[in-house]
């Protein structure tokens, strides 16, 4: 199909609920995607921290292929042993007990908060059911999640939302313990707030966050969606501070570029969900669960050492750009925000017409999430067109 037609055929016919840039995708090899025109794209993106090993990776195709030639679903009232063997990977990894594969980042989110209600009934009966998050977050964009979500932008339209949620500013412990009232069970963040504007929460304010829930039996929900699977340098974000959630979810990188979420409990609330507790006709899809063991048991100390490396070359090089539009270059592994004095989607629009991709964050961050296994040339390649717009 030609590429006009992809693009009107979408207009007639998809809901508007993106605003697309004009690429059609042909192809893609590693960090560099070509369209339909035969332009080429370095792409700071991964999707949205999706593609964690780029396109057209060897190993990972291979993982799909040989699944896909056995079997491509199972219900779940059957064993699967790639799911079987991506959870017990996940498992040693983490030292988290017990995971439910689900398909995506919202449902990851559902799933946390269904957990951490039901341990809270299971122990002190009903009124113990409210979730603090953060001012600035994102997890979701169910009727749950959105609430979940401490935009009040999000918090538009589709009413009447779940009840049950409050929220306070990131790094404000005496706010949080203030929040932290007899009626919660959860206190639920993002270690790095993605979609917020590459926030980074300190190790300080994480551990103090830790002993206040561990003081009060309030279960730490870690959302993990963006900062996980290698993407902070670490395997997750909060290993980075030395933490143990009592609940970690994600998503996004886990199947490297095929639908995967999931829940993942700690001792405590590691038996809170029996039969028929919870379910999903798709949840831990055989072909997603062999994508995400490949990319599990690529994930090792020796390749994070790579994302820390490539990560830091990343955020030395746009500052030492000395561009008067950047006010702070921050980040954290291969995640990067880049705070800007100049609208954010203006240098995405810039970027993309001189072949880079990259994301915007909050309303003045220009966010990068690249390949993890972008090579140094493709990222001098990247790093030459951002220092034209900047
Ligand atoms: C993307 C994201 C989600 C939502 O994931 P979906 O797969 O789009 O449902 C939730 N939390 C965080 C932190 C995210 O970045």
New binding site residues.
Partial sequence: MIRENVIQLDHDNIMATYGKLDLVPEEGHGATLTDKNGKSYIDFTSG??VNIFGWNDEGWKNAVIDQVNRYQHVSNYFYCDKASELASMIAEKTGLCNMFFGN????A?EGAIKLARKYSFDKYGEGRSTIVTLNK?????TIT?LKATGQDVFHQYFFPFTEGFKYCDAGDIDALTTACTKDVCAVML?VVQ??GGVNILSADYLKAVEALCNDRDILLIV?E???GIGRCGKFFGYMNAGITPDIV?T??GLGGGLPI?TFIAGEKCAKTLGASMHGSTFGANPVSCAAACNVVSRITDEFLAEVNAKGAYIREKIAALGSDKVKEVRGIGMMTGIAVTVSPKDILHDAFDNGLLVLTAGSDVVRLLPPLTITYEEIDRGIEILAKVL
Avoid: C, L, P, Y
């Fill in positions: 949205i921290g995506s980042g919202a449902e989110n977050s994102f997890h979701g964009r999640t993002e993605g979609e959302d969606v963006q900062t979810t998503a996004k979420g």
